[in-house]
Nanobody, 117 residues
Framework: QVQLVESGGGLVQAGGSLRLSCAVS????????VGWFRQAPGKDREAVAG???SGHFTHGAAVTISRDNAKNMVYLQMDSLKPEDTAVYYC???????????????WGQGTQVTVSS
């Protein structure tokens, strides 16, 4: 069973930076598609970034996704944060990289990111 645990969320001032971590167990991150999604209250879950053996994507100019195979971790670096970035951020894993949440089979519990102005 693949398990995902997010960490690194918190309160940050607008314009600041935050790095979220996704700890993966049960499967090597080098063989998985791992995506970051966010969901604000009343809004749909939307893709932020994804990484897989076949490629990667990011939505937004100040977002970087990376992985550390030795630690079996995936990271999401967010810079120049804005209040509209406030959301619960989730990492997800599946067989194929995609921007659609339904393509991912495993989900973490999420970590709250709050950006104050």
């Amino acid at each position: 069973q693949v398990q995902l645990v997010e960490s690194g969320g918190g309160l940050v001032q607008a314009g600041g930076s935050l790095r979220l971590s996704c700890a993966v167990s049960g499967r090597t991150v080098g063989g998985l598609a791992v995506g970051w999604f966010r969901q604000a209250p009343g809004k749909d879950r939307e893709a932020v970034a994804g990484i897989s053996p076949s490629g990667h994507f990011t939505h937004g100019a100040a977002v970087t996704i990376s992985r550390d195979n030795a630690k079996n971790m995936v990271y999401l670096q967010m810079d120049s944060l804005k209040p509209e970035d406030t959301a619960v951020y989730y990492c997800a894993a599946g067989a194929v990289i995609a921007a659609s949440p339904e393509k991912y089979d495993y989900w973490g519990q999420g970590t709250q990111v709050t950006v104050s102005s």
